[in-house]
């Protein structure tokens, strides 16, 4: 059968009528093959988009990490800006939206790996899309090259940790000081394998090592830098995914808070915004996890120039900041997971604060929650 994709879903997908969706496909673009269900599996590109472009990495077709380098850099963009206007109209809110900040190539600094035993040695890499199929990517194109020089010491845990029925996890983080790695899925530790691992880390040079979350060795603290300040979060902690969008992501939230005297950051993490923060006002940061905001208090007293930070650990979800603990604020930070925050932002929306920068990683969950805001009278 053939069909013409009309538009791209929200992860990349082609969607023709029905709807029909097609991986690795473009608007306008004619593609043949046979469907199943609602998928055509392997689309036959009979009419190519002008946005199509080469994809830059080899492991391109077969890796599942990467969803639209067939598309030129200009679509992308575009692309990701569309993604945001549609989710606001959807909810009835007309807003501006800038142009994307890209991060450059091999610029990502975590990524988690898959690792199984084989008859042959191991295996090390990520899946294929939809697929339990490991994928090695010696040559990717979005790592940064540290990330990518890990992949012997990736082996070595994986030929120590799993099995060939099962496969382990390897989160891989680049640090100011080394590479910070945490495997879970693994084999339970004991003092042989505890001995093992010690040597391994030193043997690659590995700035902390945790085996199914459990510390085996930190040879120097892994920091990240948030703003001008040196922070060492807890292994497995969630950071941004490039140095780039990071300093994208501050810089807009410096922007909006300034002229606040004292800020609130909710879901902060172990600092990412509440340490740049603090150069300009006060902060009060909220966490669920008690190591993070260790982390984050650690980083600030280390720091030079910095206004006070207090912190509390609460889950947000369960008891969400009220009217009047909010009104001590003048702007408020929030970055909540992907399922976003809407108990949270109903308190906001009824304090006096008229300062909001929310953050997400998720337009539709990020959209409903600024609903309640803009009904509220925000903009």
């Not at 040559?139 to 120590?160: Q, S, Y």
């Not at 590995?206 to 300040?229: C, D, H, M, S, Y």
């Not at 109903?346 to 309640?372: H, L, T, Y």
Request: charged share 25%; proline share 4%.
């Amino acid at each position: 059968m053939t069909v013409k994709i009309l538009r791209l879903g929200h992860q990349g997908d082609g969607i023709a009528e029905g709807p029909v969706y097609a991986a690795r496909t473009l608007p306008d673009e004619l593609v043949g093959g046979d469907i199943t269900g609602d998928r055509i599996k392997t689309p036959k590109i009979l009419q190519p988009s002008i946005d199509r472009v080469s994809p830059p990495c080899r492991h391109y077709k077969s890796c599942g990490g990467c969803a639209l380098q067939h598309a030129s850099d200009a679509f992308v963009e575009n692309w990701k800006r569309e993604i945001v206007l549609t989710a606001l109209s959807a909810q009835g809110i007309e807003a501006t939206v800038r142009n994307v900040s890209t991060s450059p190539a091999q610029s990502r600094i975590r990524a988690t790996f898959s690792g199984r035993k084989t008859k042959k040695g191991t295996l090390v890499g990520f899946h294929g899309k939809g697929s339990n199929t490991i994928i090695e990517v010696q040559d990717c194109k979005i790592l940064h090259p540290d990330l990518l020089a890990a992949t012997p010491a990736i082996h070595a845990l994986t030929e120590i940790g799993a099995s060939r029925k099962s496969e382990i996890k390897v989160s891989v983080t680049r640090s100011d000081s080394g590479l910070d790695v945490s495997v879970i899925e693994v084999k339970p530790l004991d003092n042989k394998l505890l001995v093992v691992l010690s040597t391994l880390a030193a043997k690659f040079g590995l700035a902390r090592l945790t085996w199914n979350r459990e510390l085996i060795v930190e040879r120097n603290k892994p920091f990240q830098r948030f703003g001008t300040t040196s922070v060492n979060p807890p292994a497995g902690a969630f950071l941004q995914a490039t140095e780039d969008g990071k300093n994208a992501l501050i810089a807009s939230i410096q922007e909006t808070i300034q002229g606040a005297t004292h800020v609130i950051d909710l879901f902060s993490g172990c600092g990412t915004f509440s340490l740049p923060a603090s150069k300009i006002a006060s902060v009060f940061a909220v966490e669920s996890e008690t190591d993070m905001l260790k982390a984050l208090d650690s980083g600030w007293r280390s720091a030079s120039e910095s206004k006070h930070i207090t912190t509390e650990v609460r889950d947000l979800f369960r008891r969400p900041l009220l009217e009047a603990e909010l009104n001590k604020a003048d702007a408020i930070i929030i970055d909540p997971p992907r399922a976003g925050a809407s108990h949270q932002m109903e308190q906001i929306a009824k304090s006096k604060v008229r300062k909001i920068a929310s953050v997400s990683c998720n337009s539709i969950s990020f959209a409903r929650d600024a609903k309640i805001l803009v009904d509220a009278g925000f903009s």
